[in-house]
C-alpha cells in the first residue's frame, strides 16, 4: 500500500552529449556573483573547466572559485567555502564535479547566510535552513550519488569522526543539473565501478523494506534490471555511451525520493558504508559494496519474501522447484557474482578499516529502524567482522 | 540508447487519503479569482464539491464555476469556459475530476489570455501560447490518463470530426495536483477498467519503439507490472485501497514524460482510438482498448525483439525453447487474457461504430512515424476493419 505523501522534484535536468551548451540560458536566470566549486584536477585537464569559464565570460559573470573539494568533502572545506561565499556575495553557486561537489555545495547554499554553526544545525540537529539559501547548479561530471537531483548532503567531521548525510526540502535541491554522460567518461574505472555500486545501493535501501504491493517497489526492480544490464557493458567497455547514459540517468532516478514513495525504507547499509568512511575516508561507494552482503545475508531471514521476489524479478533467477530461501539465497548469489564482476571492494580490510578500529566504526554507526530487523550494537559488530 | 532530452516536471503531488486537506495552503499562492470547473454531478453526489467549496469559503476565494465539462470536451464547450474565465478575471483555475476537466482545465488557461481562435493556434497549428497563462491546479477523482503532472490537452471538435491532443509545455502543467485514491473509488467498474487501460496503453506506447537497451524501457516494464498486479486486484475489489493507491501513482508516472525519455515513442493507437472518439464519442480507455490488438498484432513482425521481450519481461512468459515470433505471440495472448479478464471492449463495432464510419475514421485517422511500421491509409482500414 502506498502511504500518504508529497511528491515534489522540480530540478530541470538537461540530459546528453554537449548539454552544458544550455548553461548560457540557466545562467541568465541568476545574479552576476558566481562561486564555481569543483574537486581535483580533473575538470582542468579534460577540458571541462575551460568551457565553463568560458560561458562565465560570455555571461559577464564575476567569479569567485572554490577548488579541492574532496571526495568525502569536510566540515572545515565547508567552512572555508562559507567565507568566500560570503566575501564575494555569492548569487548563485555553479557545482562541477560529482556527488561530493554537489553535496558541498549545497551545504555552503545553506549555510552562507546561516548565523548558527551548520555542522550542529544540519547535521547533528537535522534541522531545516531558516536562512535565506543561495541557489546552486550542477554540471555533473561521475554518475552515482543521486545529488544532482535532491536535497542531500553528506558532510564528514574528522574530529566528531562522523560523517553524516541531511537530506534537505526541495528549495535546497539544484534548480538545473547538466548530466553529459560523456563527462563520466574519463573517470578511473574504480571510481566509474563506486559509483555503480552506490546506485544499486540507494535502490537495495529502498527496496528491501516493507512487504506490501506498491508501484514504488516495480519501479525499484525497472532500474536495477537496467543498472545490471548497461553496467556489464560499461565494464567491458567504458566508453559504451549507451551504456554509460543508461547508468547516468538510472543514478538520477536512483535518488530524487521517486522509488521511496508512500513505502518505508531501510538505509543501514549506508549508516554502516559512512562511518567505515569516517575511519578510513574510503571511496563512499566501495564502503557500502563491502558491508552490503555482510548486512544482506544476516537481515535475509527476515525480509525472507522480498529477498525470494529480488531474485526472480532482478535476477531471473528461476523459481521452479526452490523454497524461499533458496530462491533468496541464490539472489544474493546473483548479486555477489555481479559484484565482483565490477571489481567492488568485498571487505573493509581491503579499505583499511583494522580489527581495532571496529568498536569505534560501531559507536559511528547511527541506527535505523526501517528494514526487515532492528540491528543492536552487536549485530553491528558481527557485521562488521564478517567484512574482514 | 537515451538521445538528448531536458527533464523539467515542477508539479507538485499530495497523495493519499485526505490529502485534499493541503489545498488550503496551495490556493494561499494565488489570486481570490477562482473558477472551479468540474464535469457532471459526481463530484456533488460523492462530498467532494462540499468539501472544496467550504476551503474556498475559508480561504475568501471568490468563485465561478464551469460545471458540465463532458468525458470528450469539446470546442464548444472550452469558447464556453474561456468567456467565464475572462468575465470572471481568473487568477486561478481548480479543476476537480479526471482526465477530461484536467485536459480542459488546462486548454482554457491558455485561451483566456489569447487573441486567436484556441483550436486552431494550438490544435490544428500546434503552436506554444504567447499569452499570460492561468495557473492550473487538479483535485484528481479518476486515475488514467496522467493530466495531472502533464502538459496535455485533448479537444473534440465535433463540426470537424477531430479529436486532437496537444502536450503543451512545462508552463502549462498543474501547479499542484490531489490525489487521494479513494477519490477514485466511487467511478464505475467500467471508467475504471477504461482508466487502467488507458494507463497500460500509455506505457505500451512509449515502449513499443526503438530496439535499443534505455532506462525508459525498464521503468516502463515495472510500471506495467505493477499496473498488471493491481488491476487484478481491483477488478476483484475496487474497494482494495492498496490496488486503488498503486494504480493511481503509475497513471501518473505513465504519462508524466519520464518513460519516454531518450527514445522514440510510437502513439498510434491513440491515434486510432481518437479518431474512432471522434465519431463515436465513446469512453477514451475504451476505444483504445479496441483497437489495440488488431494494432499490435499487425505491427508485431516489424518489432519482434521487443514484443518478444514484452513477453518475458513483463508477462513472465518463460522464454524455454520458443522462438521470438513464439514469445512475441504468446506475450499478446496474455494481454489479451488480461484484458478480459478487465472486461475491456475489444471491437469497435461495440462502441458504436459502423461499417460505414469506417473510410471516415481512417481519414481522421493522423499517421505518425514512430512506430516499428509507417501505416498507410489501407493498413489503417484494414486494423479497423479487423475491430469489428
Redesign the interface.
Known amino acids: ?19 552544458v551548451n ?1 548553461l548560457k540560458d540557466e545562467l541568465k536566470n541568476y545574479g552576476d556573483n558566481v562561486l564555481l566549486v569543483y574537486g581535483g584536477g580533473s575538470v582542468k585537464k579534460n577540458g571541462i573547466y575551460d568551457k565553463i569559464t568560458e560561458i562565465f565570460k560570455e555571461c559577464g559573470k564575476n567569479v569567485a572559485e572554490v577548488a579541492g573539494v574532496m571526495p568525502n568533502p569536510t566540515y572545515e572545506k565547508l567552512l572555508e567555502g562559507v567565507k568566500i561565499a560570503k566575501q564575494h556575495n555569492t548569487d548563485f553557486i555553479l557545482a562541477v564535479g560529482g556527488g561530493s561537489v554537489c553535496d558541498y555545495s549545497k551545504a555552503v547554499s545553506v549555510s552562507v547566510h546561516c548565523d548558527e554553526d551548520p555542522w550542529d544545525k544540519y547535521f547533528i540537529r537535522f534541522e531545516e535552513p531558516s536562512c535565506e539559501i543561495v541557489p546552486v547548479g550542477c554540471v555533473l561530471t561521475m554518475a552515482g550519488t543521486g545529488s544532482e537531483m535532491n536535497g542531500g548532503s553528506v558532510i564528514t567531521n574528522h574530529e566528531a569522526k562522523l560523517k553524516i548525510g541531511h537530506v534537505f526540502g526541495d528549495d535546497v535541491m539544484p534548480k538545473f543539473s547538466i548530466l553529459d ?1 560523456v563527462y563520466t567518461m574519463t573517470l578511473p574505472k574504480y571510481q566509474m565501478c563506486a559509483g555503480i555500486y552506490d546506485i544499486m545501493n540507494h535502490i537495495c535501501e529502498q527496496y528491501f523494506s516493507g512487504e ?4 514504488s517497489d ?6 536495477m ?2 543498472l545490471i ?2 553496467s556489464r ?1 560499461a565494464v567491458k567497455d567504458p566508453q559504451d ?3 554509460r ?2 547508468i547516468m ?2 543514478a538520477t ?1 536512483a535518488l530524487n525520493t521517486l522509488v521511496s ?2 513505502k518505508t525504507t531501510d538505509w543501514m547499509v549506508h549508516m554502516l558504508g559512512q562511518a567505515v568512511g569516517a575511519y578510513t575516508d574510503a571511496t563512499h561507494g566501495m564502503t557500502l559494496a563491502a558491508v552490503s552482503l555482510p548486512y544482506y545475508r544476516y537481515i535475509m531471514p527476515y525480509g525472507l519474501k522480498k529477498f525470494a521476489r529480488f531474485a526472480v ?1 532482478v535476477w531471473g533467477v528461476s523459481p521452479d522447484g526452490k523454497t524461499d530461501e533458496q530462491l533468496a539465497n541464490a539472489g544474493l548469489d546473483a548479486m555477489e557474482s555481479w559484484m565482483k564482476e565490477m571489481g567492488l571492494v568485498m571487505k573493509i580490510s581491503e579499505l583499511g578499516a583494522t580489527q581495532d578500529m571496529i568498536e569505534g566504526i560501531a559507536d559511528a554507526t547511527i541506527i535505523l529502524d526501517g528494514g526487515y530487523k532492528v540491528l543492536d550494537r552487536g549485530e553491528i559488530v558481527d557485521i562488521l567482522k564478517a567484512s574482514f
Do not use: V
Not at 212 to 215: A, F, G, I, M
Open positions: 500500500m502506498l502511504g500518504n505523501f508529497i511528491y515534489h522534484n522540480p530540478t530541470k535536468l538537461y540530459f546528453g552529449k554537449d548539454a544550455s554522460p506490501d504491493d506498491n508501484t516495480y519501479i525499484s526492480e525497472g532500474l534490471r537496467s544490464t548497461s557493458a555511451y549507451e551504456a547514459s543508461n540517468w538510472t532516478w514513495r508512500g524479478n
